[in-house]
């Protein structure tokens, strides 16, 4: 049994934060939410009314800002410069933005190089659109996650709900759409499935049979 690090991967809403964040507590490691980093990123352009497509500013930016993912019991906390943006981060704004702030090569290279930090020891579940593919290609397990848009959607819906966020649920499904698209056709380190990858479609499945599908899998590579 040695420490590995996993690789999920997968379009927006298709379920990876979720089952990332059991796996890792499953196994004690440690869960990335590399999503996260690139929200709170845009966040704090948009506070700053920075361009989401001036790369040069939100680069100057990102090297001056500190961008912390802390654990906790049951969920991570997502910091910038000390400041708790867990919530924000969430936002329609962020959401709607993220995809073009994630598009600019120096970007991507400087939030790769911090990913990559984190992963240095091993024990790592990473979740995003290019670790399998960029951030960690020489993960042990890669693993994409697909599901049928309306599931995506209604899935959202319903946790969005839960969490007193307004939702409509045909907005939510061109958001998810309108995103994929600029996240699977950028030039820079694109929306892909690694060619080492397992998929999963998650449409008709629920999470605890994902999970245990995953586990399986992860167990014959360690
Ligand atoms: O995972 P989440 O939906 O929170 O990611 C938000 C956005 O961040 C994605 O739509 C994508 O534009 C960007 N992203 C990325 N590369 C990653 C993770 C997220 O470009 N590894």
Redesign the pocket.
Known sequence: NKNISIAI?GP??AG??TVAKIIAQKLSYLYI???????ALTWKALQKGIDPEDGEQLFQLLKETSIELKQGKNHQKVFVDGQDVTEEIRLPEV?NS??T???HASI?EE?VRR?QQFAVNGGVVM?????GTN?LPKAEVKIFLRAGVKERAKRRYLENVKKGIPADYDQLVEEILK?DE??SNREV?P?KKAEDAIEIDTTDLSIDQVVDQMMKYIKERK
């Open positions: 991967d927006a809403a990876k934060s939410d590399t999503g996260a980093m690139y929200r959401t993220v995809s702030v994630s598009k991507r939030m990913q979740d995003g659109r290019d670790i951030v995103r600029l996240d380190a929306l």
